[in-house]
């Protein structure tokens, strides 16, 4: 039987090892040396790493031996939204509860292990003697109130995403939210940051101590994967999120989206499919209303390596939901076939026969109309992301090709008939 001595030094050098009798296999060294930084470290610290190498599912198993090990201390974790806080809360709390922590409750502490706070955020054990009421551990949105509130620990979990990356005015809300959590950690107390980075000017600008792990060190995505990976992003933003890199994009065509769009402007718009059959491309669908002033509401989204038909749903629903009236595509490639399938569904369907050079298309309507375009907050960000990343060379082109198409016919004195467009158009 494993003894109270060797249970602390197996904390101390080893803490990844619970992470692999809780059924954490692919935890590695890497992840001990974090463990291990944010269990016993007294600075305040930044991990940036790229994506997928495990970053929260090694928070949560630091929450749970935080709460064991100090459970006089509390946290607060902030998350981008509320929501987002919710899936590490339980699998922390299925950490605490686990066959190997409720032993070695029992031979340090004498005693099970008992969740006496187990909320969706919430996180508070019989562990605790102090007589401070905040729980042990506390999951938040960002955004959410913290007045009152006071933490031994502050932990940020990827507060920056890809929200971000496509709007300067969110970018400036996370890194105000950021600097008012200075206010809440308890003088002794630290700060524990991790995530990854976007944009260069985002809230890890203000971050301090920055450790950066980058794909290739950790050996944990193989050459192969990340390969494909490669491909299917632009150069900026696979150097950003896997590399931890910003790099210029000298073609860069567009900048920050306005996400602030309001839905009841969006009513009575004209919609846009650039239709997909499998393979690599997506399926975009973008819904535009110009306003009485020149600017122009949108909305966007896109069904990545879909074929059209099985979107069809989807798109009906946001069709439907936003009031859209008449649906355009080109007719090129399925001579009209996916016009059809629209007005079975009895939906409005104009189509034209495209001639226009696509990249010309992009930079000449939607470069022209970008700064006018307020995007509804519930725009799709992967839909944004393709157009913010958008060179001549892009991988995927589907967004800023549905958004363009649209953009051209908003910039016509008058929207076509399916008449028109049927006779040849534009």
């Excluded at 069809?312 to 076939?337: F, H, M, P, Q, V």
Aim: hydrophobic share 35%; with cysteine.
């Amino acid at each position: 039987m494993i003894s109270r001595d060797e249970i602390f030094r197996m904390l101390w050098e080893r803490p990844v090892e619970v992470g692999h009798w809780v059924g954490f296999k692919d935890l590695t060294d890497l992840h001990n040396e974090w463990l291990r930084d944010w269990l016993y470290g007294h600075e305040d610290q930044t991990l940036q790493a790229h994506r997928g190498s495990y970053k929260t599912t090694t928070l949560s198993l630091f929450f749970a031996l935080h709460a064991f090990e100090q459970p006089n201390e509390n946290l607060l974790y902030f998350r981008k939204t509320d929501t987002d806080v919710k899936e590490i809360c339980k699998q922390s709390q299925k950490i605490l509860q686990s066959g190997c922590m409720q032993e070695m409750s029992r031979i340090v502490y004498g005693q099970p292990l008992i969740l006496t706070t187990k909320s969706e955020t919430e996180i508070n054990t019989n562990l605790v003697t102090g007589i401070r009421g905040a729980s042990q551990i506390v999951g938040l949105g960002i955004g959410t109130s913290i007045t009152g509130k006071h933490a031994d620990i502050v932990v940020t979990d990827d507060i920056v995403n890809l929200k971000d990356r496509v709007s300067k005015a969110e970018r400036e809300a996370t890194k105000i939210r950021y600097q008012e959590l200075i206010n809440i950690c308890n003088r002794g107390g630290r700060f524990i940051n991790t995530g990854t980075p976007w944009e260069k000017s985002d809230a890890f600008s203000l971050m301090p101590n920055i450790k950066k792990v980058d794909c290739y060190s950790t050996g944990l995505i193989p050459p192969e994967k990340l390969a494909k990976i490669k491909e299917q992003m632009s150069p900026s933003l696979f150097a950003a999120n896997y590399e931890l890199r910003h790099i210029a994009d000298g073609n860069e065509l567009f900048a920050d989206a306005l996400l602030d769009g309001k839905v009841a402007q969006l009513y009575d718009g004209i919609g846009h499919i650039d239709a997909a059959y499998g393979g690599g491309d997506a399926v975009a669908f973008t819904i535009m209303k110009r306003n009485t002033d020149g600017s122009i509401t949108a909305y966007g989204r896109i069904w990545p390596e879909a074929h059209v038909e099985n979107c069809l749903t989807d798109i009906y629903n946001d069709w439907s939901e936003y009031r859209c009236g008449t649906i355009y595509s080109e007719r090129n490639a399925d001579k009209g076939y996916l016009a059809k399938s629209l007005q079975g569904l009895e939906i409005p369907a104009a189509t034209y026969h495209e001639q226009q050079n696509k990249y010309i298309k992009i930079t000449t309507h939607l470069k022209k109309m970008w700064k006018k375009i307020h995007w509804i907050p519930e725009t799709d960000l992967d839909y944004l992301a393709m157009i913010t990343d958008y060179t001549e060379q892009a991988a995927h082109d589907d967004a800023p090709d549905s958004a363009a198409s649209l953009c051209r016919i908003l910039d016509s004195k008058q929207p076509a008939t399916t008449a028109d467009y049927l006779r040849g158009g534009l």
